[in-house]
């Protein structure tokens, strides 16, 4: 009894196979897999052999896959500029925009991608000076959680809005940056609908399905912002094998939570905001930075681009 949750657990995980509500459980997979040295302990202790054995099997999968998170991995022989971004959900405009102006600021942000992007957030985020630091922007701010936006330190080329087609429909902002003695690299404010609920799922899957995938053979590409999915989850693994990496995955800090909430719910962080860069950009560090009035945390990426040919 109480190795069997453990097995069926790395089962799905393993498998991809989660659905309806596996989905939001899934991204429980980091607190799963801490437990489960517990069952392998419990039947050694009780001397029984098989349960012991598929404890083992289930705390080794489970282990092996979330463990490398939290270890800094090989990087491209990246020899371009450094690029740093910032992404962070601003939660229907209500994030305070002072943090993220200060944000911007303290690590000199070359880009910057907000998520649940209001009006009233892009005036306050002008009115403190964010129009100073990266006056080139690709906007599309909106009343509620569906709006996005994308500010540079440099031009933005080919900038638009793409529409997510599945759940409230956010939107997702992007443009092309050239950083000085660097390559063009496309660059998205990602935000995916949210599986909160079983009839929500599909659109979940849906809109990840959709996300601009990585072009190995052609132009750099990165994906930034609220993906509502961890590493834990099938469709963003597929997403990131047709060519990223994920930022803070390679830096060692992928298992620090950037949605709890942190409004004193009993729920524990999960990582479900991400920086996915093209494998041809090296990843120099990722910081999670609180911002008050939002349940996400922003991510900082320090990136170092290809040279530009």
Not at 105 to 111: E, L, N, S, T
Not at 266 to 293: C, E, M, N, W
Request: hydrophobic share 50%.
């Amino acid at each position: 009894m109480a190795v069997a949750p453990g097995l069926a657990w790395a089962v799905v995980r393993l498998t991809g196979l989660e659905r309806g509500p596996l989905v939001q459980a899934v991204a429980f997979t980091p607190y799963v897999a801490a437990w489960s040295p517990v069952p392998l302990l419990l039947a050694l202790a009780l001397r029984r052999r098989w349960p012991a054995a598929v404890a083992a099997l289930v705390a080794v999968a489970l282990i092996g896959t979330v463990a490398p998170r939290a270890l800094p991995g090989g990087q491209p022989a990246a020899q371009g500029p450094e690029l740093r971004l910032l992404t962070a959900n601003l939660l229907a405009g209500a994030a305070d925009a002072r943090t993220v102006v200060d944000l911007v600021r303290a690590h000199r942000v070359d880009v910057l991608t907000v998520q649940e992007f209001t009006p009233g957030a892009a005036a306050e985020l002008d009115r403190l000076g964010l129009a100073d630091l990266l006056p080139h922007r690709q906007l599309n701010p909106q009343v509620g959680t569906t709006g996005s936006g994308l500010y540079a330190r440099f031009p933005i080329a080919g900038g638009g809005i793409r529409q997510n087609r599945g759940g409230w429909g956010f939107s997702q902002a992007y443009g092309t940056v050239t950083p000085p003695g660097g390559p063009p690299v496309r660059i998205e404010s990602a935000h995916p609908a949210a599986p909160y609920a079983i009839d929500q799922v599909g659109p979940w899957r849906a809109d990840l399905e959709t996300q601009p995938a990585a072009t190995p053979a052609a132009g750099l590409s990165i994906l930034a912002g609220d993906f509502n999915a961890t590493l834990d989850h099938a469709p963003l693994r597929a997403l990131l094998a047709t060519g990223y990496a994920d930022a803070a995955d390679a830096a060692g800090a992928g298992l620090t939570g950037t949605w709890g909430p942190y409004d004193g719910d009993l729920i524990p962080p999960v990582t479900i905001d991400h920086v996915l860069v093209d494998r041809r950009i090296a990843v120099r560090s990722v910081a999670v930075h609180p911002v008050p009035g939002s349940d996400h945390r922003a991510v900082l990426a320090g990136l170092r681009v290809p040279a530009g040919g």
